[in-house]
């Protein structure tokens, strides 16, 4: 990983499963549909001042959304937050930064 760079793809954990949990209702909200799927598939993250998490989330059978979400640093709560997102993905797109 180079500095400020993004990590290889990783498989989604619980943690990053609990992660887009918090900003489910934020996602549906932003692109306007609910989603019948809400499951976290592979991820990248980049440390900040905190961390960026850039996360394929599956949202029906064969429809996939990219997420941006923050994670502040501890001293600063912790918090999570909905950044952007990128519809329209597949299951083979690459998770890129953006």
Do not use: W
Request: proline share 3%; net charge negative.
């Amino acid at each position: 990983m180079l500095c400020g760079g993004t990590t290889e793809t990783k498989e989604a954990t619980e943690e990053i499963q609990a992660l887009v949990e918090k900003v489910h209702a934020d996602l549906e909200a932003k692109d306007g549909n609910s989603f019948p799927h809400f499951k976290a598939v592979a991820y990248k993250s980049q440390i900040v001042n905190g961390t960026n998490y850039f996360v394929k989330i599956q949202v029906d059978d064969d429809k996939f959304i990219h997420a941006r979400i923050h994670q502040a640093l501890p001293h600063a709560g912790s918090t999570v937050s909905f950044h952007s997102y990128q519809p329209s993905k597949s299951r083979e797109d690459a998770i890129e930064y953006f």
